[in-house]
């Protein structure tokens, strides 16, 4: 593959994801999301698990909040925990991809020492760890209120789901 047919690969798989990722509906606001919005945040943030590490559990546990049984106070908690970090989150993860677009070019600079290019990867590594404390800070959450039963029931769910295949143990 040449370098401008990479090049090219590169922009459009980097232009996907932020497009992706960014979203012109308030998902991030005070009020309740519908089913679909839950649904919506689900694949966007899906796409982009491979930057975040952790699984993005809680639109898929918002989705199946019924059969978790989940309890006014835990649909209240999961909603604010949104409404405070899920536009950080989102901004880190494009902060990630742009930065990983760059440190990709930088590679091919024969301009830029190794230890420029390892500091870019550094910053980079830096970003994802800031957002792995932001994720933590879901899991958590959903760690301290879930029920024994509620456990259960996300075993079930998590079936639906094959991305989470291997997740949780039998």
Known sequence: MSVSKGFT????????????ASAETDYAGSSPLTDSQWETVRDRVGLLDKVAYLPSLLPVIMKHR?????????????????????????????EIIR?????????LDVKLSSDDILAKQKEIFRLQERLLRIRLSCRNLIVETFSP??????????EE???????LDD
């Open 66 to 94: 019924d059969t978790l049984e989940l309890k006014n106070e835990q649909v209240a908690a999961f909603r604010q925990w949104r409404k405070l970090h899920y536009g950080d989150m989102v901004e880190l993860m494009n």
């Open 149 to 158: 039963d509620q456990w259960e029931n996300m075993a079930f769910v998590l």
């Open 161 to 167: 789901y094959p991305r989470y295949a291997g997740l």
């Open 99 to 107: 930065r990983r677009f760059t440190l990709s070019k930088a590679s």
């Open 9 to 20: 690969y590169a922009v459009v798989a980097y232009l996907c994801f932020c497009a992706s």
